[in-house]
């Protein structure tokens, strides 16, 4: 594992997106990152990561890019690459991370699965720290009172100790891209960090954005199944 930050940031909030269900997570990191403006200024490495980058715009996409927003002091890891099976290797990263920035708190964006169609999807939370509670509570988040949250937050809530990790959860009904799901954690975010964020342009640029982060997800994911294919066949 190795952390690569091109400056030294002093105690930044830790915000991170996986692809989970909806992609909300990473829907939203995307569209904080390009809304906010953000520099990015390092990575995340880990050698279970296949050896691949995304282009978009002719631009390189790290699997595991860390962007800064100065001027909310906030530090976004976005992934565009699957937990799956590596999930307590990011999460030893992402701690280390936060030891090594000296973050006050991590974010966590997720999706969580609804068993009907909402037009108006609800967001939850669950935060480990009282004061975060009551500052939710206030801007009208209800707290997730039931659910099994699994992937790298649900590790994080196990592993973090007295690191305050607080968790915000949109409503989706589906795998595919869902960014109204991922609109909803934003505002809810915006609430709460009071940064003034406009989500409704996320809502206009959700086919273009959704596109990209399905074509990126997908190419990955081939790209680990023919690295997988390889393998068997040198074994045979």
Known sequence: MEI?????????????GFPGFGLVGTIATEFLIEHLKCEEIGRIMLDEIPAMV??????V????????????????????TTSQGIEWKLIEALLALQKEIHAPEIISLEGVGS????????????????EHQEKLRKIGLQPLKEGIIIGVTGGLLIKAGSIPITCFFAETMSNLPDSTAAAHVISALD????????????????????????????????TQEMSEAKKLSYMG
Do not use: C, W
């Open 191 to 222: 609430k709460y960090l009071n940064m003034k964020v406009d989500p409704q342009p996320l809502l206009e640029q959700a086919k273009q954005m959704e596109a990209k982060l399905k074509n990126i997800l997908t190419q990955t994911q081939k």
């Open 61 to 80: 996409v790290q699997p595991l890019g860390l962007h800064y927003s100065k001027e909310y002091h906030l530090l976004i890891l976005h992934a565009v």
């Open 4 to 16: 690569e930050l091109k400056r030294k940031l002093e105690k930044p909030r830790l915000l991170e």
């Open 115 to 130: 068993a009907e169609q909402n037009p108006d999807p609800q967001t939850y939370f669950y935060a480990t720290h009282r």
């Open 54 to 59: 995304a282009i978009h715009d002719n631009k």
